[in-house]
């Protein structure tokens, strides 16, 4: 699976940034990763790597660790998810991709996250499901995993200003879901001085709508609503470029990654740098009354 790094390459690749710390273990007793780098009042945070089969993502926030924004704490987190990431270096990228993109419990962690607000969950397919076969399977309560608890944990401790959560293909922009009018002219910045970092003439649009839409338990939510985080999902690597590399891909790994990432990796990354230097000209989102309330100790 050539060019993409396994954990212990990984795990190589934050030495030689900075000092790696663990923040806790996966279902099958894998350390969770990460590394500080920079100084300043602030953090900001790169998390990848929640669905194993998403390597591009990895590779991504690994870039923007080289060379990170100045004035701020980063927060690299590269692999939130590394039992499905090993699964999918085992099978060498072959098989289903529920498989693959689910921790060892089979949850789909960026299912698992408290919904803020009350929110229930709904029947919608994408939203998460409780059926332990489907692909997003959201466990059998929030913060189930030692995964996504342990990262919760961290998070609530580091307080970042603003965090991009790398995955794969859709080559979009997807927010936390709001509806307040500063919070969504707020993105609608943040969207824009993505596309401009990525120097190119179609840069990732921004999926989001404020009527319609859904909480799903996914990490950006969370960290919007609990944490007054600024957060999004960048979904490295677009639909079409997957399709021009391959028509039909050979395996289900080869429709979520690039075979020759150098020049998405370059390009992404620099769209994450320039989504968060934009964030630091925004004042912290609010904390409104109810969402603030679902924090890792109070789920269950």
Partial sequence: ??????????????????????????VEGRPLLGVEV????????????????????????????????????????????????????????????????????GVDLNRN??????????????????????????????????ETAALAALMEARRPHASVNLHSFMGTQITARVWHREDWAGYATLARAFRAGQGTRWGYPRLATPVGDVFTGELEDWQHHVLGCWATCIEVFSVVESARQHLRAPSSFW??????????????????????????DLPPVPLRPGAHAVLAGSAG
């Fill in 113 to 146: 996250f408290p919904m803020p607000w009350g929110a229930r969950p709904t029947r919608v397919p994408f939203a998460g499901t409780d059926h332990p076969d489907a692909a997003t399977y959201r466990g059998p309560h929030p913060l189930s995993e030692p």
């Fill in 38 to 105: 920079g100084s300043g009042e602030r953090t900001v945070a790169v998390t990848a790597g929640i669905h194993g089969i998403e390597h591009i993502g990895v590779r991504t926030a690994l870039a923007v660790l080289r060379a990170p924004p100045e004035g701020v704490r980063l927060l690299v987190l590269p692999v939130l998810n590394p039992d499905g990431y090993a699964r999918t270096e085992a099978l060498g990228g072959e098989g289903p991709v529920a498989v693959m993109r689910k921790n060892a419990r």
């Fill in 1 to 26: 699976m050539t060019p993409y790094a396994d954990l212990d390459g990984v795990r190589r690749a934050l030495e030689a940034a900075g000092e790696p710390f663990e923040y806790g273990r996966s």
């Fill in 255 to 280: 429709r979520f990654n690039p075979r020759d990432p150098d020049t998405i990796v370059a390009r992404d990354a620099a769209g994450v740098r320039a989504w968060l230097r934009a964030s630091l």
